[in-house]
């Protein structure tokens, strides 16, 4: 545990060092409003790197989530305006279908043994390739004013997402820490051969996950869509990199069997906070993806520094 | 039946069925390339005509030499999410020095340098350092893509010299990538096949621990194997690079996974120590023969990737139901 721990406090530190340097930057960066705006616009990679988390803790990945927003923003558009759907039924329909999708991927995964990679893989380019198919390039616009109370409006002051981030982080931070189905996905993580054979129904943990992935990946759609007022077939492409960087940088293992939420939302806030104060002291958008590049290698090789000198 | 009596009929069916079993996958791309040319082409000939040729066999050979290097990467037992990047670093960077007045073989081996510079470098971090690899190029791809985008600020680079074009040269009536990827599928086929250093990635990727205990350096291995991807993803890029009159210095969209897909579909186990290049470079004519059939079959542009996606998905079910069998 205190070597888990380890590489969030490494990342602790780092945050609050970024936190401080980027505070004397600009005097923009440590107003409540920013935080809060930043808030908002890490609501959506913070929601699925959730999911996605436990994806990795059981050794497994999923690339398709991006494409799972997409699909999703592009049915919720469907449903409402060419099926004529009251809207509260549309969304309700396309986080179904969202999900669905997600189940589709744990079942391939689990009953016919792809890896996780190429199942995803081949399922991102078929989300996305629907997507676009369903949609035919058109947009969808004209909600209606209450829908955007979830990506545009206040709780308290707080934005909306971020209430629903932080209810989702605590949720799903009790669930791996502290529930019979977080320690099933550690060892399934840890020793798959190994959690079978202890009574861990491996296949059915696997499948509420990416079924979870996907479902989490549909409300991320709803709230983007919500935010940006508009559907696009191309919403959320590249954000599975987005969502992974975030979760690895947050110590999360690739070969599973190791990470905890509470680095994983240090991980995305490092990020975001990278992100938006290296903007406000003129670095260019695409600067900022470098530094975040070097970031997360520079991270994972300390740790990797650290975690060698402990055991040698 | 047993040994002895084995009729020389037999003999032949078992070699034929052992020649199935290994190259299995990639019978089963070559079988699907071909029966698309005979229904597509029997249904619109102009589907076998000569510019429709040329644009799946030359415009798409970038793909197959990228998934040759990847695929290496794959046997490995490593992965490169970054190589999209690179091909458009690559071919920014070959296309600025080709018009910045460098002689052209500066403007072809520098970037090609760079590449096999970066990717052994990375193959360092992963081999010595035992990060993940699929760290290290996440992190790559957002360095190279992020550092792309602000070198250039997206501006288009026109008016390259015709000596430059590698690309659009043609000999025999056969554009030149046509040749590159026929080569170099062919050298890496035979080089993985008898070299001593082929054989030792396959051993590296099958089980470290017992290519170590062979004697093998498997650290000097992974970094041989990524510099070589990185001359293939060099390669790549200049290939792409000379393809059209403009260099657009951007990422080509999706690019990596295409080129992993093309390694996996051509039955590259994702788990490492076996595949074969030869079945990459069928895999990558097949996407490109698939997304021209589309077109010549009316399928609406709109649905070419859920149909390419399908296909995907329905290739690595077959591969996965068929192995299950075989063991």
């Known amino acids: ?312 | 039946m047993t040994d002895v009596v084995m009729s020389s009929r037999g003999l032949q069916r078992s070699s034929l069925r052992r020649f199935v079993g290994n190259y299995g996958q990639e019978l089963v791309v070559l079988l699907t390339i071909v029966l698309l040319f005979v229904v597509v082409g029997s249904y619109n000939p102009r589907f076998l005509s000569e510019t429709n040729m040329n644009s799946i066999f030359s415009g798409n050979a970038y793909i197959a030499v990228a998934a040759i290097g990847m695929s290496l990467v794959i046997i490995s037992g490593h992965i490169d999410v970054s190589v999209g990047s690179m091909i458009g670093v690559i071919a920014t960077m070959a296309g600025t020095l080709a018009v910045s007045g460098y002689p052209v073989w500066v403007a072809w081996l520098v970037p090609v340098v760079f590449s096999v510079v970066v990717n052994a470098s990375v193959g360092a971090l992963v081999a010595y350092m035992r990060i993940p690899s699929i760290v290290v190029t996440l992190g790559m791809l957002s360095v190279l893509k992020g550092g792309l985008i602000s070198a250039t600020g997206g501006a288009w680079i026109t008016d390259m010299p015709p000596a430059f074009m590698i690309s659009q040269w043609r000999i025999f009536g056969i554009g030149t990538p046509v040749y590159f990827m026929v080569v170099l599928t062919l050298l890496a086929a035979l080089y993985m096949r008898f070299s001593g250093f082929g054989r030792s990635i396959y051993a590296v990727g099958g089980n470290m621990e017992a290519a170590r205990a062979a004697g093998l350096n498997p650290e000097r291995t992974v970094v041989g194997v990524f510099a070589l991807h990185g001359l293939f993803a060099g390669l790549a890029g200049l290939l792409f690079a000379t393809q059209l009159q403009v260099i657009q210095s951007t990422v080509p969209p999706n690019l990596e996974l295409t080129v992993i897909t093309a390694s996996v579909i051509g039955g590259v186990s994702i788990l490492g120590g076996t595949g074969t290049v030869i079945g990459s470079t069928f895999a990558a004519i097949l996407f490109a023969t698939i997304g021209s059939a589309l077109i010549f079959l009316n399928v609406s542009a709109y649905w070419l990737r859920s149909v390419l996606g399908l296909m995907i998905l329905a290739t690595v079910l077959v591969d996965m139901i068929r192995r299950r069998r075989s063991t």
């Open chain 1, 1 to 312: 545990m205190s070597r888990l721990l380890k590489h969030e406090s490494i990342l602790a530190i780092l945050t609050v060092l970024a936190l401080a340097i980027l505070a004397m930057q600009s005097d923009k960066f440590f107003t409540t409003d920013n935080l809060l705006n930043q808030g908002r616009l890490m609501s959506e990679v913070g929601l699925v790197a959730l999911a996605m988390t436990f994806v990795i803790v059981t050794g497994g990945i999923d690339l398709s989530v991006g494409s799972i927003l997409g699909l999703t923003a592009i049915l919720l558009g469907v449903f409402w305006k060419n099926v004529g759907l009251p809207l509260p039924v549309a969304i309700g329909l396309a986080v179904a279908c969202g999900s669905l999708a997600g189940f589709v991927n744990g079942l391939i995964i689990t009953r016919f043994r792809v890896p996780p990679l190429i199942a995803t893989l081949a399922t991102l380019a078929l989300y996305r390739g629907l997507a676009e198919g369903i949609s035919e390039a058109r947009s969808v616009r004209g909600y209606p004013e209450w829908f955007f109370f979830l990506g545009q409006g206040d709780i308290l002051g707080i934005p909306v997402q971020l209430c629903l981030l932080v209810i989702a982080a605590i949720t799903a931070g009790v669930i791996l820490a502290r529930t019979p189905f977080g320690r099933a996905t550690y060892a399934i993580g840890a020793n798959e051969t190994a959690a079978h054979f202890s009574g861990i129904r491996v296949n059915a943990t696997k499948l509420w996950i990416y079924t979870a992935a996907g479902f989490l990946a549909s409300i991320a759609a709803v709230i983007f869509v919500s935010r940006v007022t508009t559907t696009r077939s191309d919403m959320g492409t590249g954000l599975e990199l987005d969502v992974i960087t975030g979760v690895v940088l947050g110590g999360t293992s690739i070969f599973g069997g190791k990470g905890t939420i509470i680095g994983t939302a240090l991980g995305l806030i490092l990020i975001q906070a990278l992100k938006n104060g290296l903007s406000l002291s003129g670095v260019k958008g695409d600067g900022t993806i470098v530094v975040i590049g070097v970031v997360l290698i520079v991270a994972i090789l300390a740790s990797a520094i650290f975690d060698r000198n402990k055991g040698g």
